[in-house]
């Protein structure tokens, strides 16, 4: 059986955590920043765990994750 390929779009995109979890980045950061407010870009900073609904399908495309 040939090896699995790893999609790198979203490898570029996820991490694992020790524990087996996907940290990812959140999104709104990139434009537009001039209105929204210190509190919320700081709060944007931070990495957050990707949502068990989509854990799944994120496997697949990380086989070796």
Known sequence: ???????????????AT????????????SHILTKKS????RNLRKTAITDATNVKNMKKLLPYL
């Open 1 to 15: 059986m040939p090896k699995m390929k790893t999609n790198r779009a979203a490898a570029k995109r996820f991490k």
């Open 18 to 29: 020790g524990t087996g979890k996907l940290k990812r980045a959140k999104a709104y950061k």
């Open 38 to 41: 210190t509190k919320r870009k």
